[in-house]
């Protein structure tokens, strides 16, 4: 199960509330806030793995796919690289991934 932050934006773990989950306002805010400088260039940013299920421990990474749809994925790639958000998250294109990982992704 995903959820949205931010319309199009990623999709994170949460509260649930009538059987759906609801995003923890910090972690929505912490992501969009480190991915502002990408959001104009994406269609979505999901966060998956251990986050989006609750299985994560202090030693889990966040796992961030970033759907890149019809622009230019290395172009997305180089952006990401440059503004140093790699050491916080485990960052994944949504294009680039083999079939079994676009399965888990959504």
């Known amino acids: 199960m995903l959820s949205r932050v931010c319309g199009s934006f990623a999709i994170i773990p949460g509260i649930w509330l009538n059987g759906e989950r609801m995003v923890e306002e910090s972690l929505k805010r912490q992501i969009s806030k480190d991915f502002d ?27 961030i796919c970033l759907v890149a749809g019809t622009r230019n994925v290395k172009e997305i790639f180089n952006m990401f690289l440059v503004e140093n958000v790699t050491e916080k998250y485990d960052i994944k294109i949504f294009e680039t991934l083999p079939l079994y990982m676009k399965e888990e992704v959504i």
């Open 37 to 63: 400088f990408l959001k104009s260039h994406l269609q979505g940013i999901l966060l998956f793995g251990s986050y989006n299920d609750d299985s994560y421990t202090i030693c889990s990474d966040m796992v």
